[in-house]
């Protein structure tokens, strides 16, 4: 019996951990205001010359209406890495990449990347690890020392927010790395599942990870939910069974 405890006591403190890291989404409300908003100044140092932006996305307003989620601005430069929930993303505040064929349904989870590199000339969009779109490109870097936002759309450095652009839903897993990743691993990213961890291989490239974005001052209504993967946490799974048991025992 002790030592049945004491493995409840071991794998529920593991499973805890594991949860805490691994289980928190960043909720925007459906009910859109320009205050509701995370704000972080990210060492872009590293991710000038080629980036790729990956999450998990639920959206919770209209599919056919442009909401920001993603806005990295420099000074002068508004739009140097911007990604939507419909209609179009932008790299380099001058290239543009239009897409309307795709509508995502509401309330359901898919996996966003995009990835640009000044050596390829090229901006790369993918949904649920499939390249949907690809766009051209001339831009030889990006600004570093600016402003990420997520959440609104910046028009000015730090500002300038528009409530008919605001997003409203869940993110969660949103990272930044500094270079063009593969398509064999932003598929291997979604075919893992959203709730597996960040892949050992693609942690060095991580320029501004969810950690950093959990981390950062957040403003208005955003909310820190369950991601509800803990109950599909292997370790979540083992705590269960192991209390089950526990309570068993003291049943008899």
Request: charged share 20%; glycine share 8%; hydrophobic share 40%.
């Amino acid at each position: 019996m002790l030592s049945l405890i004491l493995l409840c006591c071991f794998a529920g403190s593991l499973a805890s951990s594991d949860s805490a890291q691994w289980d928190r989404a960043l909720k925007f409300p459906e009910e859109v205001s320009t205050s509701n908003y995370v704000k972080l100044n990210p060492d872009f140092s590293r991710a000038t010359t080629s980036v790729t932006v990956c999450t998990w996305m639920k959206k919770y307003l209209d599919p056919r209406v442009q909401h920001i989620w993603f806005s990295y601005a420099v000074s002068g430069r508004d739009n140097e890495l911007m990604l939507s929930d419909y209609y179009h993303n932008a790299v380099g505040n001058s290239v543009y990449m239009l897409w309307t064929d795709l509508v995502l349904l509401k309330n359901e989870w898919y996996h966003f990347c995009l990835g640009w590199s000044e050596s390829s000339d090229r901006m790369d969009f993918y949904v649920n690890g499939v390249l949907v779109q690809t766009e051209a490109t001339s831009i030889s870097s990006i600004g570093a020392g600016g402003t990420l936002v997520i959440g609104q759309d910046q028009d000015s450095l730090g500002g300038g927010f528009d409530k008919n652009q605001a997003f409203g839903g869940e993110l969660y897993q949103l990272n930044v790395f500094s270079r063009k990743l593969r398509v064999e691993e932003i598929a291997a990213m979604y075919f893992d599942g959203r709730c597996s961890s960040l892949p050992s291989t693609l942690a060095h490239d991580v320029v501004v990870s969810w950690e950093d974005i959990l981390g950062a001052t957040r403003s208005g209504a955003v909310q820190e939910v369950s991601a509800e993967c803990s109950e599909r946490n292997f370790l979540g799974k083992v705590t269960q069974l192991v209390l089950e048991e526990v309570n068993s025992c003291r049943g008899h």
